[in-house]
């Protein structure tokens, strides 16, 4: 029943290395959006995709990129990770209709140290 | 600008009792609002949607657009309510504006 899959439950990364967080849905949506989820903050948008190898930039793109070379996968790309993006990183998608509710991932709980 | 308030960060209430959790939004469009919920180790997943107008486990909000509010209700909260609630704001076809959420704990 498993529809938005992460690649990673939990990471531990050592500062300025590159990171790379996964993400599959197969419910072949067009939509696919990668979130930080920190206490306080709620879910902040880092980037999304409305379609394959198409992206936009969310609230908090510094220091990220992504990539979706095909419609179910959809990567997050950290260049150099830095102690602050220690977080919980969330993958969601949704069809291409009027916004309809998310399907999220179980996320991945990234640690930089 | 588009926002999503929870003004609350902790809600505690004793089983049995009604739950009212609050979102404030603002937007300059025609709204449209959602209530997610994450319970303890599943992911966030969608609760209910205004347009909907539906029940979900008991809960629910009605979007009040002169109070600029979308709370979410239930008369009588059991312990397996508590749980991570988060409100948002549908801004576009793609994108939700997310309050920061409101701890909801039940005590027996």
């Known amino acids: 029943d498993v529809k938005v899959t992460q690649s990673s439950r939990y990471l531990v990364k050592r500062t300025g290395e590159k990171v790379f967080l996964e993400c599959v849905q197969d419910m072949d949506h067009e939509n696919m959006f990668w979130y930080r989820q920190d206490p306080g903050l709620g879910l902040r948008l880092i980037y999304f995709s409305y379609d394959v190898k198409m992206k936009e930039k969310g609230d908090i793109p510094e220091g990220y990129s992504v990539s979706r070379e095909k419609k179910e996968r959809f990567s997050l790309i950290l260049e150099s990770a830095s102690t602050n993006q220690t977080s919980m990183y969330l993958c969601a998608s949704m069809p291409g209709r009027r916004n309809y509710g998310y399907t999220f991932g179980s996320g991945t709980r990234l640690t930089v140290v | 600008a588009q926002r999503v308030t929870q003004p609350e960060k902790l809600l505690s209430v004793f089983k049995g009792a009604p739950v009212e959790l609050k979102c404030n939004y603002s937007?300059?469009?025609?709204?449209?609002l959602f209530w997610y919920v994450q319970y303890s180790r599943q992911r966030l997943q969608l609760l209910l949607r205004h347009i909907s107008r539906e029940s979900i486990k008991g809960f629910t909000a009605d979007l009040n657009k002169g109070e600029t509010s979308f709370h979410l209700k239930k008369p009588f909260a059991q312990e397996e309510d508590s749980a991570m609630y988060y409100c948002?704001?549908?801004?576009?076809?793609?994108?939700?504006?997310w309050g920061a959420g409101t701890k909801l704990i039940i005590k027996p």
């Open positions: 948002a704001l549908g801004i576009s076809n793609y994108q939700l504006i």
């Open positions: 937007y300059s469009g025609s709204p449209e």
